[in-house]
């Protein structure tokens, strides 16, 4: 639950920062002319085909924890499976806009905040799942 609220709040701040990501991320390349650079779709930070992707995620995840709540077997490996390629999204796109996103001021900072937490909530998501009360609960259901 903390995993989906605070990837939701992260992206959402993301994408809410897009446009200044992109003109900071133009100032980075180019601080020169900065109004005839164009920046690759790439580079300009979250958008809203990305946000929707996330939210087709955030629906499908949803659906397998409450799978996993009724004790379907499969529910656990397939929400590790779900959350190690968060921890990696996180981690690799974080990574790679952290600068941008220390750029452009505290929304940035808190946007980094966020995704911090995210992983931090997911690695201890992935963690809760294989303790021996979820492996009694799921061989109980």
């Not at 959402?12 to 003109?23: D, E, Q, V």
């Not at 929400?79 to 505290?106: E, H, K, M, Q, S």
């Not at 690695?123 to 109980?140: D, E, F, K, N, V």
């Amino acid at each position: 639950s903390s995993r989906l609220t605070t990837g939701l709040v992260g992206e959402s701040i993301g994408l809410f920062l897009a446009r200044r990501i992109m003109r900071q991320a133009i100032r980075m390349l180019d601080p020169g002319d900065s109004q005839d650079t164009v920046l690759p779709p790439a580079f300009a930070g979250p958008s809203v085909a990305s946000a929707l992707f996330d939210l087709v995620l955030f629906v499908v995840t949803l659906a397998v924890v409450l799978a996993f709540r009724e004790g379907a077997p499969w529910s656990r490996a397939t929400l590790t499976v779900l959350g190690v390629l968060t921890v990696l999204d996180r981690l690799c796109l974080t990574g790679f806009y952290a600068a941008l996103y220390l750029a452009i001021g505290p929304g940035g900072r808190v946007d980094l905040v966020f995704a911090g937490v995210n992983v931090a909530a997911v690695l201890a998501a992935i963690g809760a799942m294989y303790t021996r009360a979820t492996s009694q609960y799921l061989r109980g259901s």
